[in-house]
């Protein structure tokens, strides 16, 4: 293992670490010496993911792995989990969310699926950042206090990484109570990304990163195909005869997880490299998100995607509506 590579001594928070994405961040996290602790609502995948990461770790006898049972929807019960642990999380991993359960038509959904998603995917990540803010701060805070007494302790990076989904860049027909909630939760990154830089001091520094993965293959990728609109499957490219030939185009869990760590590891704000998709309609709604390396590549990108590739996508998304209208 490389030097930049050891994570022995950090520990990693992973929200959603049960299943997916979140389960392949933590048995990445772990084959590289971190303490990982996964947190999710039912425990007995919790227990099975626990074991499996056991088994990932660079050095078991030296790390703690754990499992949390808990409602990432409930702010209290996510701030009481987090404050309950023996360590503080270097490492902040928001991987909860999934929208298997509220596919549909806007005018399809029961209000109480728009609810469900919303707290699924966006309440579920701002209430853990929370939580692991205002640990982190309040650590901030002591250790300041102590070290004006003592001799000061190292420099402590702490790091907040939101797993998000490229949904966040357009609205998807049939997925359209998962679109705003992702849509927030980069509105979120984008915000505390400028709150952070007031939290930084010679101890302490805090980074933020958001990625956004397209389509990949994971337990819940299953699940969704069977709830999705036949138009949300034509519009995605996800309209395929077997799940077999669905793998076979979309990334593994274990792929994508490996390129974000990659990508967080190199400091990057936003992490898109999975989809060359994502990549461009990123390029061309960037807002005050900085533009990735030295920005020449998403500023051209960004211009060639609005003025050549937008328009044309749009009305094909819109005839392909037109055509899905007719067969009502």
Same mark, same amino acid.
């Given at each position: 293992?490389?030097?930049?590579?050891?994570?022995?001594?950090?520990?990693?928070?992973?929200?959603?670490?049960?299943?997916?994405?979140?389960?392949?961040?933590?048995?990445?996290?772990?084959?590289?010496?971190?303490?990982?602790?996964?947190?999710?609502?039912?425990?007995?995948?919790?227990?099975?993911?626990?074991?499996?990461?056991?088994?990932?770790?660079?050095?078991?006898?030296?790390?703690?792995?754990?499992? #949390?049972?808990?409602?990432?929807?409930?702010?209290?019960?996510?701030?009481?989990?987090?404050?309950?642990?023996?360590?503080?999380?270097?490492?902040?991993?928001?991987?909860?969310?999934?929208?298997?359960?509220?596919?549909?038509?806007? #005018?399809? @959904?029961?209000?109480?699926?728009?609810?469900?998603?919303?707290?699924?995917?966006?309440?579920?990540?701002?209430?853990?950042?929370?939580?692991?803010?205002?640990?982190?701060?309040?650590?901030?805070?002591?250790?300041?206090?102590?070290?004006?007494?003592? /001799?000061?302790?190292?420099?402590?990076?702490?790091?907040?990484?939101?797993?998000?989904?490229?949904?966040?860049?357009?609205?998807?027909?049939?997925?359209?109570?998962?679109?705003?909630?992702?849509?927030?939760?980069?509105?979120?990154?984008?915000?505390?990304?400028?709150?952070?830089?007031?939290?930084?001091?010679?101890?302490?520094?805090?980074?933020?990163?958001?990625?956004?993965?397209?389509?990949?293959?994971?337990?819940?990728?299953?699940?969704?195909?069977?709830?999705?609109?036949?138009?949300?499957?034509?519009?995605?490219?996800?309209?395929?005869?077997?799940?077999?030939?669905? /793998?076979?185009?979309?990334?593994?869990? /274990?792929?994508?997880?490996?390129?974000?760590?990659?990508?967080?590891?190199?400091?990057?704000?936003?992490?898109?490299?999975?989809?060359?998709?994502?990549?461009? @309609?990123?390029?061309?709604?960037?807002?005050?998100?900085?533009?990735?390396?030295?920005?020449?590549?998403?500023?051209?990108?960004?211009?060639?995607?609005?003025?050549?590739?937008?328009?044309?996508?749009?009305?094909?998304?819109?005839?392909?509506?037109?055509?899905?209208?007719?067969?009502?």
């Amino acid at each position: 293992m490389k030097p930049d590579q050891d994570l022995f001594g950090k520990t990693a928070f992973v929200t959603g670490g049960s299943g997916g994405l979140g389960k392949a961040i933590s048995n990445a996290l772990a084959s590289r010496g971190a303490h990982v602790t996964i947190f999710s609502r039912r425990l007995g995948p919790l227990e099975v993911a626990k074991n499996e990461i056991v088994t990932n770790c660079a050095d078991a006898s030296r790390q703690e792995i754990n499992a #949390v049972p808990v409602d990432l929807a409930d702010a209290g019960a996510v701030s009481e989990a987090f404050k309950s642990q023996t360590r503080i999380a270097d490492f902040l991993y928001c991987s909860a969310g999934g929208n298997h359960a509220e596919n549909g038509f806007f #005018v399809d @959904l029961k209000a109480s699926q728009l609810d469900s998603c919303m707290k699924n995917n966006y309440y579920s990540t701002a209430y853990a950042a929370k939580a692991m803010l205002e640990i982190w701060v309040e650590n901030d805070r002591k250790s300041s206090s102590t070290d004006t007494q003592k /001799e000061p302790k190292g420099h402590t990076t702490r790091k907040l990484v939101f797993i998000n989904s490229a949904a966040a860049f357009l609205g998807i027909p049939g997925s359209v109570a998962y679109t705003p909630a992702k849509s927030a939760v980069r509105a979120l990154a984008d915000t505390l990304r400028f709150e952070f830089l007031r939290h930084n001091s010679a101890m302490t520094t805090y980074t933020i990163h958001i990625a956004f993965p397209a389509d990949f293959v994971s337990p819940g990728f299953r699940l969704e195909q069977d709830t999705k609109p036949h138009l949300t499957k034509r519009i995605q490219g996800t309209n395929l005869a077997s799940f077999a030939e669905l /793998e076979k185009k979309f990334p593994s869990s /274990e792929k994508v997880a490996l390129g974000v760590i990659a990508k967080v590891d190199q400091g990057n704000f936003i992490i898109c490299e999975d989809s060359l998709a994502a990549s461009c @309609l990123f390029t061309n709604m960037t807002g005050l998100s900085p533009k990735r390396g030295l920005g020449i590549v998403d500023s051209v990108m960004g211009v060639v995607v609005g003025w050549l590739v937008t328009p044309v996508l749009r009305r094909r998304w819109e005839r392909m509506c037109r055509e899905d209208g007719e067969r009502m």
